[in-house]
């Protein structure tokens, strides 16, 4: 640690380079917190966990007894044993007795992404309600045809207000909170979508995953889907980086051609339009144009749904995006996590170890920020796995039931789970009791002399 400070007061280490280095040190000391407790007014599976993506301040967790409760993981209300554990009791809680609180179990509960005045519940009674914060009211309700699995919205749309939902239904729905209706559908899939996510490089797209196994990459502006992962599709470990030098002569060498394209178009159509009497192309004299292919008349959106690849032997049960947007972490009901080429579309295969996975709804995956781990429910326990090795870096055990959910707040490098057993953990950086005792409150003192 030392030899770091140093390091960094010597400029040897760039300040960047220097926090990722403290954060992953941090992160490999994970451990159940000995300070820190939440307690849960849940009576059900906790089946969902955000914290705020503007302050990293707020927790938000939905169950199956059809409550959300919100909590504040910066502020205690209030300690035990002698001030040394902090109790975080939810400051704000709906459940069914609320006369507009779900039916149903509550299956996906987010924040929306630039404000902590709205969250956004999605539950098995085939509704979608957006909640004002403050009065605890529904302010917008979408009616869904089916049990909704997985909620979604973009943190850096800037031009749509879109909530994309996964629900039993085959099709992908985009609920609009500006005009309070549905702005379209995304028709592929063959069954019902288990889990969505937007893409962290592009506000327009969209990755859907579902429980017939495939994967599908929409860009919202336009019809079909426009790729769609296969397990055989692959390439060995990551995309190499392109250097900075071949990245420049490759930039001018595209100008270049791009430049004695333009030089050489311009004559080839006005010879054209010269042959002819006017721009288009005509086909000779007592020859019918060959008609395309069936694949190649039909509708993108339709052709999409021709094709059948697979990215996983059953459901697509999680998905996760890298920071960057570069890569996409998926698990499905096959027991299996893949690491995927967002560029290339291929499966990079990274051999995570065995592992066992739900395979009866979705679970939710976290990253660190690097991304250097990915976070997994297993069962009853919690593993963190190298994104680029596939090896198991850390084992978090402290539910006795099966784990659900998990989220990694990036604020106070902590990891929050939720599982069957009603219970949200939360795990801290190491942090010795003697320390804070020692601590204390600071004395205004001086150390003058007589």
Same mark, same amino acid.
């Given at each position: 640690?030392?030899?770091?400070?140093?390091?960094?007061?010597?400029?040897?280490?760039?300040?960047? =380079?220097?926090?990722?280095?403290?954060? =992953?040190?941090?992160? &490999?000391?994970?451990?159940?917190?000995?300070?820190?407790?939440?307690?849960?007014?849940?009576? +059900?599976?906790?089946?969902?966990?955000?914290?705020?993506?503007?302050?990293?301040?707020?927790?938000?967790?939905?169950?199956?007894?059809?409550?959300?409760?919100?909590?504040?993981?910066?502020?205690?209300?209030?300690?035990? #044993? #002698?001030?040394?554990?902090?109790?975080?009791?939810?400051?704000?809680?709906?459940?069914?007795?609320?006369?507009? #609180?779900?039916?149903?179990?509550?299956?996906?509960?987010?924040?929306?992404?630039?404000?902590?005045?709205?969250?956004?519940?999605?539950?098995?009674?085939?509704?979608?309600?957006?909640?004002?914060?403050?009065?605890?009211?529904?302010? $917008?309700?979408?009616?869904?045809?089916?049990?909704?699995? &997985?909620?979604?919205?973009?943190?850096?749309?800037?031009?749509?207000?879109?909530?994309?939902? +996964?629900?039993?239904?085959?099709?992908?729905?985009?609920?609009?909170?500006?005009?309070?209706?549905?702005?379209?559908?995304?028709?592929?899939?063959?069954?019902?979508?288990?889990?969505?996510?937007?893409?962290?490089?592009?506000?327009?797209?969209?990755?859907?995953?579902?429980?017939?196994?495939?994967?599908?990459?929409?860009?919202?502006?336009?019809?079909?889907?426009?790729?769609?992962?296969?397990?055989?599709?692959?390439?060995?470990?990551?995309?190499?980086?392109?250097?900075?030098?071949?990245?420049?002569?490759?930039?001018?060498?595209?100008?270049?051609?791009?430049?004695?394209?333009?030089?050489?178009?311009?004559?080839?159509?006005?010879?054209?339009?010269?042959?002819?009497?006017?721009?288009?192309?005509?086909?000779?004299?007592? &020859? $019918?144009?060959?008609?395309?292919?069936?694949?190649?008349?039909?509708?993108?959106?339709?052709?999409? =749904?021709?094709?059948?690849?697979?990215?996983?032997?059953?459901?697509?049960?999680?998905?996760?995006?890298?920071?960057?947007?570069?890569?996409?972490? =998926?698990?499905?009901?096959?027991?299996?996590?893949?690491?995927?080429?967002?560029?290339?579309?291929?499966?990079?295969?990274?051999?995570?170890?065995?592992?066992?996975?739900?395979?009866?709804?979705?679970?939710?995956?976290?990253?660190?920020?690097?991304?250097?781990?990915?976070?997994?429910?297993?069962?009853?326990?919690?593993?963190?796995?190298?994104?680029?090795?596939?090896?198991?870096?850390?084992?978090?055990? +402290?539910?006795?039931?099966?784990?659900?959910?998990?989220?990694?707040?990036?604020?106070?490098?902590?990891?929050?789970?939720? +599982?069957?057993?009603?219970?949200?953990?939360?795990?801290?950086?190491?942090?010795?009791?003697?320390?804070?005792?020692?601590?204390?409150?600071?004395?205004?003192?001086?150390?003058?002399?007589?």
């Amino acid at each position: 640690m030392w030899k770091k400070i140093g390091d960094r007061e010597a400029g040897i280490l760039r300040p960047k =380079s220097f926090a990722n280095r403290i954060k =992953s040190n941090r992160i &490999r000391t994970l451990q159940l917190s000995n300070h820190k407790d939440i307690v849960s007014p849940h009576r +059900g599976s906790i089946n969902s966990l955000q914290v705020d993506l503007t302050e990293g301040r707020y927790l938000l967790s939905g169950a199956s007894d059809a409550s959300v409760a919100v909590y504040d993981v910066q502020r205690a209300t209030d300690y035990e #044993g #002698g001030g040394l554990i902090a109790k975080h009791k939810c400051i704000l809680v709906v459940d069914k007795q609320h006369e507009q #609180g779900h039916k149903y179990a509550i299956s996906s509960a987010i924040w929306y992404p630039v404000d902590t005045g709205l969250f956004i519940t999605g539950s098995y009674d085939h509704h979608i309600n957006v909640w004002d914060t403050n009065t605890t009211q529904v302010v $917008m309700n979408f009616k869904m045809p089916g049990k909704v699995y &997985r909620t979604a919205m973009s943190s850096l749309a800037t031009s749509h207000m879109l909530i994309a939902a +996964g629900t039993e239904d085959v099709q992908v729905r985009l609920c609009d909170i500006a005009s309070g209706a549905f702005a379209h559908t995304l028709s592929g899939h063959r069954d019902g979508v288990m889990t969505v996510e937007w893409s962290t490089s592009s506000e327009w797209v969209l990755v859907t995953g579902g429980c017939d196994g495939a994967i599908r990459f929409w860009d919202i502006r336009r019809a079909g889907c426009f790729l769609l992962l296969d397990q055989s599709h692959s390439q060995l470990g990551r995309r190499p980086t392109i250097p900075e030098h071949s990245a420049t002569n490759k930039a001018l060498t595209s100008k270049s051609l791009s430049a004695g394209q333009n030089l050489y178009a311009k004559p080839r159509a006005q010879q054209r339009k010269l042959a002819n009497g006017n721009g288009t192309k005509q086909s000779p004299v007592g &020859r $019918m144009p060959a008609k395309g292919s069936l694949r190649q008349r039909l509708h993108p959106g339709m052709l999409s =749904s021709l094709d059948r690849a697979t990215a996983h032997y059953g459901a697509v049960t999680g998905l996760k995006a890298t920071e960057d947007g570069m890569y996409l972490l =998926s698990a499905g009901s096959d027991s299996r996590l893949r690491l995927w080429d967002v560029e290339s579309g291929c499966n990079t295969l990274v051999n995570f170890e065995t592992v066992r996975l739900q395979a009866s709804k979705p679970i939710q995956l976290a990253t660190s920020q690097d991304p250097a781990l990915v976070f997994v429910p297993c069962m009853t326990a919690v593993k963190a796995f190298d994104v680029w090795s596939g090896k198991t870096s850390l084992t978090f055990r +402290g539910h006795y039931e099966h784990v659900n959910s998990c989220w990694f707040n990036l604020h106070e490098q902590e990891l929050y789970t939720g +599982g069957n057993d009603r219970q949200i953990l939360v795990w801290s950086p190491s942090r010795l009791i003697a320390d804070e005792v020692e601590e204390g409150p600071a004395q205004d003192q001086d150390n003058w002399s007589d």
